[in-house]
């Protein structure tokens, strides 16, 4: 910093380096949120499923109905 503090540019290689690891963290973050809302969504439904139970239920869990075809 003998110039008065002023930055030195980035080599334009340095660069392309930068948004190819920007592009990755960007990819990772959104990975990592996706896991999360399903992993909040599916503690949901458990817990759903337990208090159900804990209140002495039978029939508990959800029946998927498939759609006839006419």
């Known amino acids: 910093m003998t ?3 002023k ?3 980035e080599p334009p290689e340095n660069r392309g380096n930068r948004n190819i ?3 990755v963290m960007l ?3 959104i990975v990592l949120v996706v896991a999360g ?3 909040l ?5 458990l817990r759903k499923v337990q208090d159900c139970a804990a209140q002495g239920r039978r029939n ?3 029946i998927e ?4 075809a006419r």
């Open 3 to 5: 110039d008065g503090g």
């Open 7 to 9: 930055a030195e540019p």
């Open 21 to 23: 690891e920007n592009a």
């Open 27 to 29: 990819g990772f973050f």
């Open 37 to 39: 809302i399903w992993l």
């Open 41 to 45: 969504a599916t503690m949901a439904e």
């Open 60 to 62: 508990c869990s959800t």
């Open 65 to 68: 109905i498939p759609d006839r």
